[in-house]
C-alpha cells in the first residue's frame, strides 16, 4: 500500500519585488571571530529599530530594516565607529549574489522574514525576537514564585529553518540567573513594556532579575509534537505552533514569502510478517526465561521492600514466574532496587548503577521508579525489565533468542557498527589530528561491532581508532564513519550506525531534521468547528433527527433515532456539545452514532465529533503519517540513491496525543546499491521500546548493552 506523505521540509517562495520595495538588507561581516560573541547586533535593533537580525555560520549576519527606516551610510559608520573590524554591506535582492548570501532555497531570507514577526493579537500566545531567534510561547509555560508572583522560569518553541528547508521547533528554557550561572552566559530580561523576554542591552539599568538560557533544579521541559484532545491543547503543542505560525505568515508576510510543505507520494507501508505479528506477549516472555530469578535490594527502604513484594506478586500471578531474595548467582536473572544516580551524587555515595559483577544478568529498578499498574494487569516497568534481562542474556550468550532470527531466512552474515566518542575532555595534551576522511578532528571513537549470521549466533567486538592494532575490515570501517560524517554534519544530519553485509557496500544510518506531518490545518479546523462549549439549538436538532429517521429502514438505526429523540425531548433547554455528544452513546451505538454524526455535519453543518482516528478521513487529517512503518526511495542531488524510512506509532497504540515526531531517516551506502529494505522486520519489534516498534535495527540495542558491558578496549 501506498500513500502521500507531509513532511516538514519547506519550498519558499519569494516575491523580490517587492522585498526590495519594503526593505533594507544588510550584511553584517567579522572576519576575525565570530559575530554572536559580541553585542555588535544590539546597535541595529536597540538604536536603529531594526526589524530582525539572524546569524549565519558566526561571522556573518543579515539586518533587516523597513525602508526609511534608516540612513544607509550613517547605519554603516556608526557601526563600524564602534567595531572598526566590522564590516556592513547593503544586499542586492534582485541581484544575482543573493542565492550565495541566503544557500538554498534563500534559507536565511526566509528566516530573517520569519524573525521580523511581531507580537500576535492573541495574549495566550506571543512570541519574541530574541538577537536573531523567533520564539512562540504560551502563558502555561512561563513558571512563577506562588508568594511574588513573578517569573522564575519559562520554555519557548523556538522557529528554526536548517539547512535543507526544514521547520523545526525546539524547546529553549530560561531561568532566572543565581550566582552558580556563568558569569559569560548571555542575559535577558523581562521588557517592562512588552512584559516579554527580550535580551539585556548596555544601557538597561541592573534589573532585579535576570534570565539565562537554562532549566531550573534539573527539569526538563517537554512540549507534544501533537496533542488533539481539544482545541487548547492543540493550540499548545508543536503541531499546533507550526499552524498558527504557517496561518502568521500567511496573514503578515504573505506579500513577500509563502512556505509550502513538501509531499512525498509513493511512500509504502511495511507490511509485518506473520511470524511477527503476535507481540511479546507475558506468556512467550515467560517461557524465554530459563533462569531463576533473584531480587536485590540494595535500596534498602520500606518503599523498595515493598516493591520487592509487589515484583514477587506479579510475576507470580501475570508470568507464572517466581522469584526470591538472594545474591549474586552466575546462573540466575537478577532484578536490583536501587536508587536515581542523584541520590549517589547529592548523599557522596559510591553509585552502584555501572557496579555489576562480570558475566552477571542484571537489571536495574530504582526506588523511585513508579510500579504498580492498578488492578488486574502486570505492570509496564515489570514487563520492559523481563525484556531487558533477556536481551542481555542474549548479548552474554551471543546468540539471538528473543526475536526468530532464522525466520526472516537472510542468507548472508549482518554486521551492525556503533561508535562513541572517547571522553578527553580533561587530557591537556588534547590536540587535533587527521581523521580517516582527511578532517582536522579533535577526538577519537571506540567503535562496537556485531556480525549476526544466519542461524542468529552473535560475534561482538570493540576497538578505538586511535590503536595500532586494527584489521582491514575495522579501517575500512573507521574510514567508512568519518566520511559519513564529514558529509552529513553541515546538513545538521547525525549518522547513527553502520550496517553491511558486504566490506565494500558499508551502509550509514542517518537521522535527518525532515519529521513526517498530518494535515495541521484539517485538524485544528475539526476541533474548533466540534469544540465542546458550543451551544446547539435543541428544536433544530429535533428537526435534524426527523430528517435523519426518514433516511433509514434499518431497525437498528431507528432505534437509535428514537432513542437520541427521547433523551432530547426530555431536555427543555439548549444544549452544548459535550452534553450532547455524552447523550449520542458512541461507545454502545457506534455504527448509528458515526451516521447521525455525519447527517448532521453534512447537512446542517453542526460538527460533534471530527472522527480523527477513522480510516474513512484519512485523505482529511492524514494521521497516517504518523503510524506505523513506511518508506521509500529517491535520488538525491548527486545522482545517488538513498532508502528513506520513519517508524511511527503503532495503529492500535495511537491516543490522543504523541510526544516525539516520526523522525525520517535515511539510509546512503558506499556503492550504489542499498540492501536496507531486507532490515526492516528489525525494527517491528516490541522489546526494546514497550509496546511500541523500535527506531533502528535492534541489533543496535544490543550493541549498546555489549557497550555497557565490556571494558575499555
Not at 189 to 204: A, G, N, Q, Y
Not at 409 to 430: H, S, Y
Not at 546 to 553: D, I, L, P, Q, V
Not at 651 to 665: D, G, W, Y
Amino acid at each position: 500500500m501506498t500513500h502521500g506523505v507531509l513532511t516538514n521540509k519547506f519550498i519558499a517562495g519569494y516575491n523580490y519585488e517587492a522585498i526590495d520595495r519594503d526593505f533594507y538588507i544588510f550584511m553584517v561581516t567579522k572576519e576575525s571571530s565570530k559575530l554572536d560573541r559580541t553585542n555588535v547586533l544590539d546597535i541595529p535593533l536597540a538604536e536603529w529599530k531594526a526589524r530582525a537580525v539572524q546569524y549565519s555560520f558566526g561571522r556573518n549576519a543579515f539586518v533587516l530594516f523597513t525602508k526609511g527606516s534608516v540612513d544607509i551610510e550613517s547605519f554603516r559608520m556608526q557601526i563600524q565607529e564602534q567595531f572598526p573590524e566590522v564590516t556592513v554591506r547593503r544586499i542586492d535582492v534582485l541581484g544575482k549574489e543573493t542565492h550565495d548570501c541566503f544557500f538554498h532555497n534563500n534559507r536565511l531570507l526566509a528566516q530573517l522574514l520569519l524573525n521580523s514577526l511581531k507580537m500576535p493579537d492573541n495574549p495566550q500566545l506571543a512570541y519574541q525576537n530574541l538577537t536573531g531567534k523567533l520564539f512562540y510561547t504560551d502563558s502555561a509555560w512561563i513558571l512563577k514564585d506562588r508568594q511574588t508572583k513573578r517569573p522564575f522560569m519559562l520554555y519557548a518553541l523556538e522557529v528554526h529553518l536548517s539547512p535543507g528547508m526544514y521547520l523545526t521547533l525546539k524547546v529553549k528554557t530560561f531561568r532566572q540567573k543565581t550566582d552558580d550561572r556563568k558569569n559569560n552566559a548571555r542575559e535577558y530580561i523581562f521588557d517592562p513594556k512588552t512584559k516579554h523576554l527580550r535580551k539585556r542591552l548596555k544601557e538597561d539599568a541592573k534589573p532585579e532579575r535576570i534570565f539565562t538560557e537554562g532549566s531550573f533544579e534539573k527539569k526538563r521541559n517537554t512540549v507534544d509534537y501533537l496533542d488533539y484532545r481539544s482545541i487548547r491543547a492543540f493550540r499548545k503543542c508543536k503541531l499546533g505552533v507550526m499552524q498558527r505560525l504557517l496561518t502568521d505568515i500567511k496573514e503578515k508576510l504573505g506579500d513577500y514569502l509563502t512556505l509550502t510543505p513538501e509531499y512525498k507520494d509513493k511512500v509504502k507501508s511495511f507490511e509485518i510478517p506473520k511470524i511477527q505479528k503476535q507481540a511479546l506477549d507475558k506468556k512467550r516472555l515467560a517461557a524465554l526465561m530459563k533462569r531463576p530469578i533473584i531480587l536485590i535490594d540494595d535500596a534498602n527502604t520500606e518503599r523498595s521492600a515493598e516493591m520487592v513484594k509487589t515484583i514477587t506478586e506479579q510475576l507470580d500471578i501475570y508470568y507464572e514466574l517466581s522469584a526470591h531474595i538472594g545474591s549474586w548467582d552466575k546462573k540466575a536473572y537478577h532484578i536490583r532496587l536501587i536508587h536515581e544516580e542523584d541520590h549517589y551524587t547529592e548523599n557522596h555515595l559510591h553509585d552502584p548503577h555501572r557496579n555489576v559483577p562480570e558475566g552477571m544478568i542484571v537489571q536495574h529498578i530504582t526506588e523511585e521508579q513508579e510500579l504498580s499498574a492498578g488492578t488486574k494487569k502486570a505492570s509496564p516497568a515489570l514487563n520492559k525489565i523481563l525484556q531487558e534481562l533477556l536481551i542481555k542474556e542474549d548479548v552474554l550468550n551471543e546468540r539471538v533468542r528473543i526475536f526468530d532470527w532464522k525466520a526472516l531466512g537472510f542468507d548472508r552474515i549482518w554486521t551492525f557498527v556503533l561508535r562513541e566518542k572517547i571522553d578527553r575532555e580533561d587530557d591537556e595534551e588534547r590536540r587535533p589530528h587527521t581523521n580517516r576522511a582527511g578532517k582536522q578532528v579533535y577526538d577519537y571513537y571506540f567503535y562496537t561491532a556485531v556480525s549476526i549470521g544466519q542461524d542468529g549466533a552473535m560475534r561482538f567486538s570493540r576497538y578505538r581508532d586511535d590503536s595500532d592494532i586494527l584489521t582491514d575490515e575495522q579501517e575500512k570501517v573507521i574510514r567508512a564513519y568519518d566520511i559519513f560524517d564529514k558529509e552529513q554534519i553541515r546538513a545538521e544530519n547525525n549518522v547513527e550506525g553502520l550496517v553491511y553485509s558486504d566490506i565494500g557496500n558499508i551502509h550509514a544510518i542517518i537521522r535527518t531534521p525532515m519529521t513526517t506531518m498530518p494535515a495541521i490545518d484539517a485538524i485544528r479546523s475539526g476541533l474548533e468547528e466540534s469544540d465542546p462549549k458550543t451551544l446547539l439549538d435543541r428544536e433544530q436538532l429535533l428537526d435534524a433527527l426527523e430528517e435523519f429517521a426518514a433516511e433509514y429502514t434499518d431497525e437498528k438505526t431507528l432505534a437509535y433515532a428514537d432513542m437520541l429523540r427521547g433523551k432530547l425531548s426530555e431536555h427543555e433547554t439548549d444544549i452544548d456539545k459535550a452534553a450532547f455528544k455524552k447523550m449520542m452513546d458512541y461507545a454502545h451505538n457506534r455504527s448509528a452514532a458515526k451516521a447521525w454524526n455525519r447527517f448532521l455535519h453534512g447537512n446542517y453543518g453542526i460538527l460533534i465529533m471530527p472522527e480523527f482516528k477513522n480510516t474513512d478521513f484519512e485523505d482529511k487529517y492524514r494521521l497516517e503519517n504518523l503510524l506505523d512503518i513506511k518508506y521509500y526511495t529517491e535520488t538525491n542531488h548527486q545522482g545517488r540513491p538513498e532508502f528513506r524510512y520513519y517508524v511511527g506509532t503503532k495503529r492500535k497504540m495511537l491516543q490522543t496525543s504523541l510526544h516525539n515526531a516520526c523522525i525520517v531517516r535515511k539510509v546512503i551506502s558506499a556503492a550504489d546499491t542499498i540492501e536496507f529494505e531486507a532490515l526492516l522486520p528489525l525494527m517491528a519489534v516490541d522489546f526494546v521500546r514497550n509496546n511500541q516498534y523500535t527506531v533502528l535495527p535492534f541489533p543496535f540495542k544490543f550493541l549498546r548493552e555489549y557497550a555497557m558491558m565490556e571494558k575499555e578496549p
